[in-house]
């Protein structure tokens, strides 16, 4: 199983950018599908964004689109979500996940590794 690992996360001005990344071990990342998703307190856990195996398709939320970019580097086991333009609703906790699934979906119940988390703060 593949074990990951978010770092990035901060507070950060209403209109400012951040960079999320997502460090994997224990399996290549190659061969799944990887994910971010977000919680906010009291809310349930909101698709942000998926990048297919080889980099070639992604896909966002309509909260984020045009916002922010998914974007994986397999050859260093990462994956990153450049957020800009943020907002005060983009508070949450941050999470990266892995999917084996051969399609790549935007429900969470696809995939089966999570990291721990990194919150993001955004004030108004």
């Known amino acids: 199983q593949v074990q990951l690992v978010e770092s990035g996360g901060g507070l950060v001005q209403a209109g400012g950018s951040l960079s999320l990344s997502c460090a994997a071990s224990?399996?290549?990342?190659?061969?799944?599908?990887m994910g971010w998703f977000r919680q906010a307190p009291g809310k349930e856990r909101e698709f942000v964004a998926f990048?297919?195996?080889?980099?070639?398709?992604?896909a966002y939320g309509d909260s984020v689109t045009g916002r922010f970019t998914i974007s994986r580097d397999n050859a260093k086991n990462t994956v990153s979500l450049q957020m800009r333009s943020l907002k005060p609703e983009d508070t949450a906790l941050y999470y990266c996940?892995?999917?084996?699934?051969?399609?790549?979906?935007?429900?969470?119940?696809?995939?089966?590794?999570w990291g721990q988390g990194t919150q993001v703060t955004v004030s108004s």
């Open positions: 990048i297919s195996r080889s980099g070639g398709r992604s």
């Open positions: 224990g399996r290549a990342i190659s061969t799944y599908v």
């Open positions: 996940a892995a999917s084996d699934i051969l399609i790549p979906s935007r429900s969470p119940n696809s995939y089966y590794s």
